[in-house]
């Protein structure tokens, strides 16, 4: 089973990765670009005997920061 695990900063947490892509879009005088958020994507090949709550309990112990971030899981 493939799940995907998207990973990105609360709403209100700075993101200075960002902000330096957004400075450096608007030098190359992509002018449109309004913010940029940056995050992580984590790709995982499971046993199809992992559940739903193993995934969650991954994502909250591990591949993510739940002070600081939130996470999606999309399967398939």
Same mark, same amino acid.
């Given at each position: 089973? =493939? &799940?995907t695990v998207n990973v990105f900063l609360k709403n209100g947490v700075l993101?200075?990765? @960002? =902000?330096? &892509?957004?400075?450096?879009?608007?030098?190359? @005088?992509f002018d449109g670009v309004n913010e940029v958020r940056i995050g992580k994507q984590i790709v995982l090949n499971l046993k199809d005997n992992i559940n739903d709550a193993d995934i969650k309990t991954m994502?909250?112990?591990l591949l993510a920061?739940? &002070?600081i971030e939130d996470y999606e899981i999309i399967k398939g």
């Amino acid at each position: 089973m =493939k &799940v995907t695990v998207n990973v990105f900063l609360k709403n209100g947490v700075l993101d200075p990765a @960002g =902000k330096a &892509v957004e400075h450096a879009l608007g030098s190359l @005088g992509f002018d449109g670009v309004n913010e940029v958020r940056i995050g992580k994507q984590i790709v995982l090949n499971l046993k199809d005997n992992i559940n739903d709550a193993d995934i969650k309990t991954m994502c909250e112990e591990l591949l993510a920061n739940t &002070v600081i971030e939130d996470y999606e899981i999309i399967k398939g």
